[in-house]
């Protein structure tokens, strides 16, 4: 993978980005895994890892400083719905400090998860694998960050639970889902609107902060 070192340094400048050698070196071997483990696992309809690195890895890149009230945020973070582990794995290799949960259903894409942190020596992760709605963490997050949830009223009811007081969850999307945001559920306020810049995408991306209305 390293004919994509090149691309990958330019979305991580576009992005302001400073990705030091190792961590261009995780996430390439990252990108090598994902398109290797994708034709039995099924992580992605992506096939090409041109393609994969576009619009998996540089699409979770454009999020990693805004999960959390700054890039040395150290607290707790679980990406649910993980599958192949975006964009919980980039944040990992980006901020290796903050401890970071993958959450999944599927036990084969769990077991990818678990191999990626095992190859790459990521000792932040922690791979779950449960459905949402009957995961009770022993401690709870600061964070819950998806971008696979159908629906943010969806993203609410099934992982409140997860969330520590002050909490916020974040959802990657791509146009403002306004009619999504007015079925949200009493008690949950918007926060805020980013409008992300995607190196490379043409397409509308968002990510919308929510947080409790206590």
């Known amino acids: 993978m390293e004919q994509f070192r090149t691309r990958l340094q330019q979305a991580a400048t576009q992005l302001d980005l400073t990705l030091s050698g190792e961590q261009q070196d ?20 992506v096939r090409d890892p041109a393609e994969m690195l576009e619009r998996h ?33 980039p944040l990992a290799i980006i901020h290796p400090e903050r401890p970071i949960s993958l959450l999944d259903s599927n036990g084969k894409k769990s077991r990818f998860q678990f191999q990626v942190a095992s190859q790459l020596k990521l000792t932040n992760i922690n791979v779950v694998n449960q459905r949402v709605e009957a995961y009770q963490p022993q401690d709870l997050y600061a964070g819950v960050v998806s971008r696979a949830f159908a629906s943010l009223q ?29 079925a949200l559920p009493k008690g949950i306020k918007v926060e805020q609107l980013h409008p992300l810049r995607v190196p490379g995408c043409d397409a509308e991306r968002h990510l919308i902060v929510l947080q409790r209305a206590d």
């Open 26 to 45: 995780r996430l390439l071997a990252y990108l090598d895994l994902f398109a290797r483990w994708n034709a039995a696992y099924n992580l992605s309809a």
């Open 57 to 89: 890895i540089i699409d979770s890149l454009s999020v990693v400083n805004l999960c959390g009230s700054s890039a040395e945020d150290q607290s707790p973070l679980i990406d649910v719905g993980s599958g192949g582990g975006l964009p919980g794995i």
């Open 154 to 182: 969806d993203m609410v009811s099934g992982s409140e639970h997860l969330l520590a007081p002050g909490g916020r969850f974040y959802a990657m999307k791509g146009k403002i889902p306004e009619d999504e945001l007015s």
